[in-house]
């Protein structure tokens, strides 16, 4: 068995991406997002997705008559993003320190990728990025995990198949109980008839409670959460680990 380790697999390994997000519903998030701008944004279009990776998310929202744009900080994930959207513009940025050209009705931020944010001051500047890019009345829609919550032994994983290989990929969240730094655990096994290579990353984010995070939003938006089910508009019922959260500009 050969065996591999990386501490970069967003980078190393996006061409692979699609196949470790193969059982998330793109379609029904996109469209829960969508049916909450209706509900509380301005009824414009312009839309930009924060870390949008190879960009499934603004694909959808594009189809759906939108100006979509996308930001992430890996180039790779960006290739693939415009061979998928080649209408769209794609930016290589931070997105705790991004600006735009013009203002936008929309942000998204799809994956919990908002927890990317390292740490509060990191956190805060996304907000604040967030806030100066949007219309009056636009929105920033983000989905989001409390850390107090977060069950260290939690696991998510799917296997699929691609290019005479079988790619296992599993991830989980772990935080230490106390401070503002939580770890996103990463792995893939990409397994032949011959090998078994395996990967293995953790990737630093902020760990924030639900009350730290109403709080930083607070002075900019006015903020809705909602239970995290991308089929039912349910208002979170402040006992759950995981919430969409719906901020209207202030």
Known sequence: MATTTSTALYTD???YYDLMCADINYQAQAECIRRLHQLFGNKGTRHLDLACGTGPHVRHFIDKGFQSSGLDINQPMLDLAKLRCPEAEFVLQNMCE?????P???ITCFLYSIHYSDGFANLTRCIESAHAALKDDGIF???AVEKNLINNDSFVRHSVDHDNSR??????WFYQGEGEKQALKLSIEKADTLNTE???DEHPMVAVSFIELQALLEPYFEVHMF?????????????SGNAIVVCVKK
């Open 167 to 172: 790619f296992t990929f599993s991830s989980g």
């Open 141 to 143: 829609c983000f989905n």
């Open 13 to 15: 390994l996006s061409s």
């Open 227 to 239: 239970e995290h089910d991308y089929e039912k508009l349910i208002p979170w019922n402040g006992e």
């Open 98 to 102: 991004f600006k735009v050209d013009q």
């Open 104 to 106: 936008l009705d929309l």
């Open 198 to 200: 395996i990967w293995h």
